[in-house]
């Protein structure tokens, strides 16, 4: 058993230790579906480094006070963040039409309750596992702020938090209208991460090289 394998089971354990609606303890006592264990080992944990204020089989009242179960809530300080692990088979074309439209509805009524939506298909976690990450770290970071490595310069702290957020490559131009720097500037700061290893620069042209995050896990 891996260390990341470790550290799922005792945090299901001490969910189901600390739960006491019946309900929610029945379905956690059950176990998660193999889609959702896939993307906390190899997504979410590598990427955020941690299972904080995450609960899986979270039980909720829907607007139509409906009992709802999310398979993953994330609620740092609150706030409302739900992702689901849809699977190929539940979810593709021979899907019964109750279902689909139960899941639309599902999505359309927690949504008007507030509640960010982060859809990732078990596909994705298996074929694009770069990019679900990157959408673990934005998703994050629409919550709280992401820790940065220390003795970072602001600008340089700054355009790895922008870089987290977005969802894509950028350029230096973007970079310095959100950093209200020169383009120049820009360049400047986005080398010095380039030489730290810590971002990617992309394009074979000096004009219009776009940069990246170097890597999106952490060292665990």
Sequence with gaps: MTVIDRRIEEWLKEQVSAESNPRRRERLKS???HATIEFLRSIWYPTIGNLDHLYPEWELR?????YRYL????????AKGCIEIHGYRSHA????????????????????????????????????????????LSF???????????GLGWDEAETLRFARRLLRPFT?????????RSD???RRTLQELVDKNLLLNIG???RYRVYKLADLTVNR
């Excluded at 008007?112 to 990019?131: N, T």
């Excluded at 994050?140 to 220390?150: I, Q």
């Design 62 to 66: 829907d607007l139509n006070n409906k």
């Design 31 to 33: 176990g998660l579906g």
């Design 184 to 186: 120049r500037q820009a």
């Design 204 to 206: 074979d042209k000096q």
């Design 71 to 78: 398979d993953l809530a994330y609620m740092p300080l609150g």
């Design 93 to 136: 074309r021979d899907i019964e039409a109750w279902r689909f439209k139960d899941l639309c509805m599902k999505q359309a009524l927690l949504g008007l309750d507030d509640w960010l939506f982060l859809p990732i298909a078990y596909l994705s976690i298996k074929e694009e596992p770069e990019l679900c990450r990157q959408l673990a």
């Design 140 to 150: 994050v970071g629409k919550f709280v702020a992401m820790p940065v490595t220390a």
């Design 172 to 180: 230096s131009e973007e970079l310095a209208a959100h950093l209200q």
